[in-house]
Nanobody, 125 residues
């Protein structure tokens, strides 16, 4: 396993925005899913969403406030969070899978090959 390198995040007021980024491992396969998970204090790690060259998956509860994008040339995945809420507080982990045909159905903890180090996000009301 390889630890992915995350950056960004931090603290924000409710209603604000934050952006996280993460560099994937090599080789830079377009077919691997790259994306994000969140772990609230005392809770299990849950998916936010991921994408590869042919599919994008969003876990439904956050879909309207979250945008996941990927620079395939640079092997970087981004998480843009808008209209932040206090319940968005937690540790955010980027992740990647092996090459898969579709991220939908493959974006869960058990299918992750590599994880980032985690970034704390705190949203205050």
């Amino acid at each position: 396993q390889v630890q992915l390198v995350q950056s960004g995040g931090g603290s924000a007021q409710a209603g604000g925005s934050l952006r996280l980024s993460c560099r994937g491992s090599e080789p830079n396969y377009a077919g691997k899913c790259m994306g994000w998970f969140r772990q609230a204090p005392g809770k299990e790690r849950e998916p936010i969403g991921g994408l590869n060259a042919v599919s994008t998956y969003y876990h439904e509860p956050r879909q309207d406030r979250v945008t996941i994008s990927r620079d395939f040339a640079k092997n970087i995945v981004y998480l843009q969070m808008d209209r932040l809420k206090p319940e968005d507080t937690g540790m955010y982990f980027c992740a990647e899978t092996e090459r898969v045909p579709d991220c939908t159905g493959n974006w869960r903890v058990s299918t992750i090959l590599n994880w980032g180090q985690g970034t704390p996000v705190t949203v205050s009301s």
